[in-house]
């Protein structure tokens, strides 16, 4: 690429209509020139090749992504990943913000997707190693599109939690169980004071736990856990298929007593969740497999934080994400990252609940509500309720019982001194 031709994919942002284009951020890795890298990165998933030979003629102008900031942070021996083949002599390490005019693909996700994560910056010539860091996205994009239907403050009116987290409970074995006892282990959680008891993301509709029936016993388990305790509780019944059968899958599990249905949001695809959206008569929650699969390594694919605001986008009133301890290999930055990427403003798209997961307990519950910063999250222990020395009904009771000691700012091993549900699960978690 020549020079003249390199400057015609630079920009000033200034100059640029805020509204007509988005702002990616990447992390690249390239040899020869970094501003001739940035240039193809952004030419390559715009215009590439920008005009016909022998034809006066750019497409430049109203095509081309542009790149409005770069910044060379180091150079590198070598790429910061093995590569085959690899990659011999200086890397420079760059920091790129390109502008994208959003009219090249419109409000539609695997149009986006295509050009953003796509050949084009994932080929780009004289860039081996490239990660997507963020989007942001102009309100005249996000008008386009529905976002949560209850969000946040919706779900707190609508399952009447306030002032404290939404306590999930992962019922188990995840996948390993009859419709009946399954039920069974979700009413004895319910009157333990769980409010919302989940399938697993890997129990979907198979032949040894049918959809249906699940949902069926799960729906009267659930009504009568509300007769019983006088307080609104929640069946999460996971959906996740093929996407002809989504709508089918929705209607049988919420006719049947289901108050909220999951989707494992990369697997089905983030259009897919956008169709249900405009179905769904109850609260879309999105799972996270394939997310570390594409976001792990540290220096390439894409962050996570960015794929919560697309689950967002899409329509999910409740992300479970990857979230702090070591179980999750996760660093606490990015959960935190990916809790604000549900929560902070986003134009006309109302904010999730972040629901950060992973081998929690009443035992972990400080912990957590203090990474957080707020109550304004959900808290989704497997067994931490369902293996808890008194059972499902006394996991429930030790999540209540360790969040009754924080909102009093009492530790919680001093109450639990008092409370023998919470004692047993400091004991068998800590």
Not at 17 to 28: F, N, Q
Not at 317 to 337: H, K, L, N, Q, S
Request: net charge negative.
């Amino acid at each position: 690429m020549q020079d003249a031709d390199i400057a015609g994919f630079y920009a000033d942002l200034s100059q640029l209509d805020a509204d007509a284009h988005l702002l990616l951020d990447y992390r690249i890795e390239c040899t020869g020139d970094p501003r001739a890298a940035a240039a193809h990165l952004a030419s390559e998933q715009s215009t590439a090749q920008w005009r016909r030979v022998g034809v006066d003629e750019d497409y430049r102008p109203r095509f081309a992504a542009k790149v409005v900031d770069l910044e060379v942070e180091t150079t590198l021996s070598g790429t910061s990943c093995p590569l085959d083949p690899a990659v011999d002599g200086p890397v420079s390490v760059c920091r790129v913000r390109i502008a994208h005019p959003h009219a090249n693909f419109g409000p539609r996700i695997p149009n986006l997707l295509s050009a953003v994560l796509g050949e084009g910056a994932y080929f780009a010539p004289g860039i081996p190693v490239v990660k997507l860091l963020d989007i942001e996205f102009p309100d005249a994009y996000l008008a386009h599109f529905d976002g949560p239907g209850y969000g946040l403050a919706g779900l707190r009116d609508l399952w009447q939690i306030h002032g404290r987290p939404f306590f999930f409970g992962v019922i188990k074995p995840n996948i390993g169980l009859a419709p009946a006892p399954f039920a069974e282990l979700g009413l004895a959680a319910w009157r333990g004071g769980l409010d919302i008891a989940k399938d697993d993301e890997m129990l979907a509709d198979p032949d040894w736990s049918p959809l249906a029936e699940r949902s069926k016993l799960l729906g009267a388990a659930r009504r009568q856990a509300e007769q019983e305790t006088g307080v609104p509780k929640v069946y999460l019944a996971n959906i996740t298929d093929e996407v002809d059968r989504l709508i089918d899958l929705h209607d049988t599990a919420v006719g049947n007593g289901a108050n909220a249905v999951m989707v494992n949001a990369l697997p089905v695809g983030f259009s897919a969740v956008r169709m249900l959206r405009k179905h769904a008569k109850v609260p879309l929650v999105a799972h996270f497999p394939v997310i570390a699969a594409m976001s792990r390594l540290p220096n390439f694919g894409v962050h996570t934080r960015v794929l919560t605001k697309l689950q967002r986008l899409a329509g999910f009133d409740v992300v479970i994400m990857p979230g702090f301890g070591p179980r999750m290999m996760t660093a606490e930055p990015e959960v935190r990252e990916c809790i604000a990427a549900c929560t902070e403003p986003m134009g006309p798209i109302l904010p999730a609940l972040p629901v950060p997961g992973g081998s929690d307990s009443a035992a972990t519950l400080t912990v957590v509500h203090a990474k957080v910063g707020s109550a304004d999250f959900g808290f989704v222990p497997g067994r931490g309720v369902f293996s808890h020395p008194h059972g499902p009904t006394g996991g429930a009771a030790s999540l209540r019982q360790a969040w009754d000691a924080i909102a009093a700012g009492v530790p919680v091993a001093e109450h639990a001194r008092r409370h023998a549900e919470l004692a047993a699960a400091l004991e068998a978690f800590s």
